[in-house]
């Protein structure tokens, strides 16, 4: 198999990995609650906090970050195996697993995630410190109007100029632009919200013991 194919079998893998729908497969697994119908309806971990409680939330938002962040990771590895010091196949892995998540082909490419939690288990393999750089926005963000969509817009924002200034790779602001856009544009009726004062503010279900 040629190095060409390797690249696109490995970038087909992070689609179909980005694609995997963790957040209703837990609920369906251990609970009763339905993420696609209850709540907001997005199958994230916010969501899946918010109907089903916050285990499963930290259960789907682990899950998501890490179906970003291992073809990323293999994507870097084989490029290392081969001596090779390009960093386009790792951006690219990066974003076919956002757009799994996105535009999930398991459900015909509806009912996709909003991509925060895979962009960041994907561009923490290309630079945790970007990325981290990136969730201290979103921790100042959630800690000041407790609206996670506000907040994931704010270390969108912030993520692409944080990948220049860390990496200084043109290739990896480019990935981390395309993510940021798709991200913003799936976050466009929460932005709505926002303007018009309507966004609600998060609050974890909590169980009765």
């Known amino acids: 198999m040629t190095a060409f194919l390797v690249d696109i079998a490995l970038l087909l893998l992070a689609y179909l990995l980005g694609s995997i729908p963790f957040g209703p497969a837990l609920t369906r697994l251990f609970s009763a609650a339905d993420v696609r119908s209850q709540g907001s309806g997005n199958i994230g971990a916010t969501n899946v906090a918010r109907v089903a409680g916050p285990l499963l939330g930290i259960g789907t938002l682990v899950a998501d ?3 970003g962040l291992l073809p990323v990771l293999l994507a870097m590895a084989l490029k290392k195996a081969a001596g090779a010091s390009d960093a386009s196949l790792a951006a690219a892995a990066a ?10 082909v398991y459900t015909r490419f509806k009912g996709g995630g909003k991509g925060v939690a895979t962009a960041a288990g994907a561009f923490a393999a290309i630079s945790v410190w970007a990325v981290l750089i990136s969730l201290v926005a979103f921790g ?5 109007t407790r609206r996670v969509s ?7 924002v912030i993520l692409p100029p944080a990948l220049w200034f860390i990496t200084g ?9 395309v993510g940021a856009a798709l991200i913003t544009f799936r976050h466009r009726d929460n932005i709505r919200r926002l303007l ?3 966004e609600p503010a998060f609050k974890a279900k909590r169980h009765r013991q």
């Not at 100042?140 to 000041?144: F, R, S, T």
């Not at 790779?169 to 632009?177: D, E, L, R, Y």
């Open 150 to 156: 506000a907040a994931s817009l704010s270390a969108t």
């Open 169 to 177: 790779s043109p290739t990896m602001f480019a990935a981390g632009t």
């Open 95 to 104: 974003l076919a697993a956002v757009l799994g998540h996105v535009f999930p």
């Open 196 to 198: 018009a004062g309507t």
């Open 140 to 144: 100042l963000v959630v800690g000041l």
């Open 65 to 67: 970050i890490l179906k």
